[in-house]
């Protein structure tokens, strides 16, 4: 083999991913949500009543795992779906309600993260976003 197994870029990104989620995982089991639903949930803050596609466009989330989530926060009353063929989605006051009860804890999340990165690690991710893209 031409290259080591320990240096496959895409296992390395998603043993980086994994390291991050255990921390979110961690900080929102309390309110059983995922952190692709609080994604999901910030995108739709931001955007407001959005085409279902929209988000995942916008979050890089894979359909069926936009579908998957929407459906999970749908039935919690989080979020409202359209039954059109093109579903628009948004928050229910539930949902509004939920985000600021969650934003502290993801700022906490975010400060020690970013502790852990400091600047010049900031900096290289930014950079490694941008050479992949």
Request: one cysteine or more.
């Amino acid at each position: 083999m031409k290259y080591n197994v320990e240096h496959c870029i895409g296992n390395r990104l998603r043993c980086l991913s994994r390291i991050v989620d255990k921390d979110f995982r961690s900080s929102l089991k309390a309110f059983d949500i995922t952190e692709s639903q609080l994604s999901i949930l910030f995108a739709l803050t931001k955007l407001g009543k959005v085409e279902q596609g929209k988000i995942g466009e916008t979050l890089v989330l894979e359909r069926s795992t936009v579908s998957r989530n929407v459906k999970l926060l749908e039935k919690r009353a989080i979020i409202t779906k359209s039954a059109e063929y093109r579903p628009e989605i948004e928050l229910t006051q539930k949902g509004h309600e939920l985000v600021q009860t969650l934003i502290p804890i993801w700022e906490l999340l975010m400060d020690s993260l970013m502790d852990k990165l400091g600047n010049e690690g900031l900096q290289n991710l930014e950079l490694l976003e941008q050479k992949l893209k």
